[in-house]
């Protein structure tokens, strides 16, 4: 997915440029906060010094992680892109710092992904991804039930979903500062194809990592704090509850209280818009526009090759229509639901924290927004690139409002 | 991704390009690229120009010809990708050896080839003569976030020791008779992700002990530092600056 | 003709003193149960004990980072606290299990530079600690070399330089000879003895506690279960097999000894 120099012009790749770096100066403050008190060892040293070493391993593993190949068939294999895994694992500033490093060290030793659009490779790879998947991973495991198996379906919901996002959020970079002129719904389309498919490898990997780590020691899993077991002290051979630490107190019983108030708020407005955007681009892409039935009748797709999620060359960058095309509006609906989701809690949240009065918790809503305005960018530019897929109206009306906390964040 | 092991990009040397501070390196590269990405794509001779500035900098490197191309490799999928953009792109067609081609698809692959490749060429020069530590003083000279260049700094000190133990994990597995060949062996490869993931959090752990242990109270010491003088960066700054020429007359005579 | 008959120098405090030392970990977990221990300054103590016994949990009480439940920790008369935190590392050197965990810098010379340049020493007093410190354990020509580069021996050589440069009253060795082969093992034995500082080595490696430490400690269960003679120690079969501390095969303490 790397970007290389020359494919989107300097303006936008500066301003990509600018929205990273403002996502990372916000990260880098969140995730002091993030790393504070998670660890066995003792509660004796708190607070950023972790930050510094435990981000720079995490950044290593999700370096390394993604050497790992999993073989897919025949052959061909994938292999993880990290950021909802990261998002997961240690939460979503230190997964977007994370992220970002790796980045930014893969453009400047490897050449994988050019300088100038570093930007871009950040904002769509690392802020996207990350803020698209937590957020979904949050909201699902306040919707279902509590316990292991909810995470890892948490977990694969949102690695799934996190990826055509970040598709999805090229297609609008592109829209805005490509440097050729190819139908935005064309690219889109095989952009998000191609992307649910490697987003199929990329969830099953980021569930079962998790699962498997959440196995061992559930304490490290940063998205899923507050479903441990409550602590026992051995006094005279008998084991007894521990009294309640003040800090793992705050974290297990606040969401669990908040759980419950906007649990049915959250699922029902989940199952409501998974619906209608459903629904409503199934039919919208009843008629493909005329571009695209020229691209048909023309058998441009014929010439496409079959991609799975693979590690093949083409597959990261491969163009492949989805042949139904109602099929391929309705999957980008349900992603367009996605990013509504996100504006929606990215609101919800700037709101909330801003009502508690805690100043620099404010800011916790700032990666959200900063992702969602990208998104709602592209808007602007809809009634030109004649959007064909059925997610513009969805995604529209919440991003607007989205953009006004971005503002102040 | 990150193929191969980050030391063996980088070419040990003596020569002037190597001895340029840090610094200087990454923002004559930057500025580089930033004016390549700026140049209107109809001005074919500039690029040409660029690459010859480019070809002047590795001889002046000693960076051998062969090494450089081959670490161009890591480019192929947008070569790939941007010989589709001809057959998709919009606008007029032509006819080329009887296919149809549409023009702005032809001008769009040659923008992304060219510009592209010159990136890539020019980072690669840069991972060639500067030196991992040199990089991230680099990183740091020119006013990156401190904690940033920190987390970069553990990333590559750890990046082998975290790869290293993928290796043995590996080898651990295959010894026992596992070899991963389908979907279904997805379960076992996960749970090898995840316990790298718990072994590198704890050595961070670890790591934060050790540097607790001396004195470490949250912000890193500035041990060493770079600078440059006016010459070194008159050096450095000459390919960007001879880009801009060339790309101002690549606007004028356009 | 008083002064020889002073039993205890007023001017020269132990280098460690623990007393009463009780900790348990936040999870419940209680590790060490009323440690007491004195080390004087100069001496080279071997601590004992089994896997579990608690000989971690103990090492980092030593420079704070763990804090005591009960008890407490002096180092050269300070006591160990928030207050003097700076100063208490400073004169603990710990020298961890694994290297790869203690050398965290990109290059050799910038690890060992970090504790001293942490306490804000900067410039050519820096460099000549580090010179210094890297000399000590014969590592100089290696200074500009990234740590992974090394060997495991020259590793745990530059781990111990790392914590030599801060000229601690104390050093702390975690287990220092696992993973050696016999060269590296003696050579590390080398240094340790060259050096001229107080030592206090944690291990279950009886040979090599017996070649460098004149006095050891054993701890089992959280406490200290004996003190004396390294030498009389190992001897004592009793003592050894209470506390799941074996000799390897076909050694003799009895035949060795005075070898420290």
Redesign the interface.
């Known amino acids: 997915m790397h970007v290389p120099d020359g494919f989107i012009n300097a303006p936008v790749s500066l301003a990509a440029g600018a929205v990273a770096a403002g996502a990372v100066a916000v990260s880098l403050r969140g995730a002091r906060r993030e790393l504070g008190g998670t660890s066995r060892s003792s509660a004796a040293e708190s607070g950023g010094e972790r930050t510094a070493p435990l981000a720079g391993l995490v950044a290593a593993f999700i370096f390394a992680v993604q050497m790992l190949n999993f073989p897919v068939a025949a052959g061909t294999s994938g292999h993880l892109l990290g950021g909802a895994l990261a998002a997961i694992l240690v939460g979503p500033f230190t997964g977007v710092l994370c992220v970002s490093v790796v980045l930014l060290m893969q453009g400047l030793l490897f050449a994988d992904g050019g300088l100038t659009a570093l930007g871009v490779n950040i904002t769509v790879m690392a802020v996207v991804t990350t803020v698209v998947a937590y957020a979904i991973f949050r909201g699902l495991a306040k919707v279902l039930p509590r316990g292991r198996r909810s995470v890892t379906a948490a977990a694969f919901t949102a690695a799934l979903v996190s990826v055509p996002a970040a598709a999805a959020a090229f297609t609008l970079v592109y829209a805005i500062g490509g440097t050729t002129e190819v139908s935005i719904g064309k690219v889109a389309t095989a952009m998000i194809g191609v992307h649910v498919l490697i987003g199929v490898g990329e969830a099953a990997i980021t569930a079962l990592t998790v699962g498997a780590v959440i196995a061992v020691r559930p304490d490290l899993v940063h998205g899923a704090r507050g479903l441990t077991a409550p602590l026992k002290l051995r006094v005279g051979g008998e084991l007894v509850d521990a009294p309640a630490a003040p800090g793992a107190g705050a974290a297990a019983p606040l969401p669990a209280a908040a759980a419950r108030s906007h649990r049915k708020l959250w699922a029902a407005g989940l199952v409501a818009s998974l619906v209608l955007a459903g629904f409503v681009s199934f039919y919208a892409s009843q008629e493909p526009d005329g571009l695209e039935k020229v691209a048909h009748d023309k058998g441009f797709d014929k010439g496409e090759k079959e991609h799975g999620a693979a590690d093949s060359p083409l597959a990261d960058y491969g163009v492949k229509d989805i042949t139904d095309a109602r099929l391929s509006g309705g999957l980008a609906g349900v992603i367009g639901v996605g990013v509504t989701v996100v504006a929606g809690s990215a609101v919800f949240w700037a709101v909330r924290r801003r009502r508690d009065g805690e100043g620099p918790d404010a800011v916790e809503a700032g990666p959200a927004s900063t992702a969602v305005d990208t998104a709602s960018a592209p808007t602007a530019t809809a009634p030109t690139a004649t959007a064909p897929t059925g997610s513009a109206p969805t995604t529209s009306t919440p991003t607007s409002s989205a953009t006004k906390p971005a503002e102040n964040a | 991704?990150?193929?191969g092991h980050?030391?063996r990009?980088y070419r040990h040397g003596r020569s002037p390009v190597h001895a340029l501070p840090p610094h200087t390196k990454l923002t004559a590269?930057?500025c580089f690229?930033?004016v390549?990405?700026?140049t209107p794509?109809e001005a074919m001779w500039a690029f040409a120009a660029y690459a010859l500035l480019l070809a002047a900098v590795a001889y002046a490197a000693r960076v051998p010809p062969l090494f450089w191309l081959k670490?161009l490799l890591?480019?192929?999928?947008?070569v790939?990708?941007a010989l589709?953009?001809p057959?998709?792109?919009?606008?007029g067609r032509t006819d080329v050896l009887g296919m149809s081609l549409s023009v702005?698809?032809l001008?769009?692959?040659w923008?992304?080839l060219?510009?592209?490749t010159?990136?890539?060429a020019?980072?690669?020069l840069?991972?060639a003569t500067t030196d991992?530590?040199e990089?991230?003083l680099g990183l740091q000279r020119l006013r990156l976030?401190p904690?940033?260049v920190?987390?970069?700094?553990?990333?590559?000190?750890?990046?082998?020791?975290?790869?290293d133990?993928?290796r043995r994990m590996k080898i651990a597995r295959e010894s026992r008779g596992f070899e991963?060949?389908?979907?279904r062996?997805?379960?076992v490869?996960?749970?090898?992700?995840?316990?790298?993931?718990?072994r590198?959090?704890e050595?961070?752990?670890?790591?934060?002990?050790?540097?607790?242990?001396?004195?470490?109270?949250?912000s890193?010491?500035?041990?060493?530092d770079v600078t440059a003088s006016r010459a070194q960066w008159t050096g450095a700054l000459a390919l960007p600056l001879s880009a801009l020429a060339v790309c101002l007359l690549g606007w004028t005579l356009s | 003709m008083d002064p020889v008959v002073t039993p205890v120098p007023p001017a020269a405090p132990a280098s460690l003193e623990v007393a009463g030392l009780a900790y348990a970990y936040p999870d419940g977990h209680q590790a060490l149960f009323g440690v007491d221990l004195r080390i004087d300054r100069g001496e080279r103590v071997a601590l004992l004990g089994p896997n579990g016994a608690g000989k971690t949990t103990l090492v980092l009480h030593l420079n704070g980072i763990l804090t005591a439940g009960a008890g407490t920790v002096t180092v050269a008369g300070l006591p160990v606290g928030k207050r003097h935190m700076a100063e208490i590392r400073r004169k603990v050197g710990i020298v961890f299990q694994d290297p790869d965990d203690q050398l965290f810098m990109p290059t050799v010379r910038e690890d060992v530079a970090f504790g001293p340049a942490a306490a804000g020493m900067r410039g050519p007093e820096l460099e000549a600690r580090v010179r210094k410190a890297l000399g000590q354990v014969g590592m100089a020509e290696y200074a500009d070399r990234p740590p992974h580069h090394l060997s495991f021996g020259q590793r745990r050589r530059v781990a111990v330089a790392t914590v030599l440069a801060m000229e601690p009253e104390i050093l702390v060795l975690d287990e220092p000879s696992s993973n050696l082969d016999p060269a590296s093992r003696r050579e590390l034995a080398d240094i340790l003895r060259s050096l001229d500082v107080t030592v206090l080595m944690v291990t279950h490696d009886l040979p090599y506690a017996l070649e460098l430490c004149p006095r050891a400690l054993v701890l089992s269960e959280g406490v200290i279960a004996a003190d004396g003679p390294t030498g009389d120690l190992l001897a004592d079969e009793n003592l050894m097999s209470s506390h799941r501390l074996e000799l390897p095969f076909g050694f003799d303490p009895k035949s060795v000894r005075g070898a420290a």
Do not use: C
Not at chain 2, 150 to 163: C, H, K, L
């Open positions: 991704m990150g193929a980050a030391h990009l590269v930057f690229v930033v390549v990405v700026s794509r670490r890591i480019e192929v999928p947008f790939a990708f589709l953009l057959f998709v792109a919009e606008g702005h698809g001008w769009g692959a923008n992304v060219a510009k592209g010159l990136g890539v020019a980072s690669v840069l991972a991992l530590r990089l991230l976030p904690l940033l920190q987390i970069a700094s553990f990333m590559i000190r750890y990046g082998d020791v975290v790869t133990e993928m991963a060949r389908g979907v062996h997805w379960g490869l996960a749970k090898s992700a995840g316990a790298l993931f718990i590198s959090y050595r961070g752990e670890r790591v934060h002990l050790a540097m607790v242990s001396r004195g470490y109270a949250g890193m010491p500035v041990i060493d």
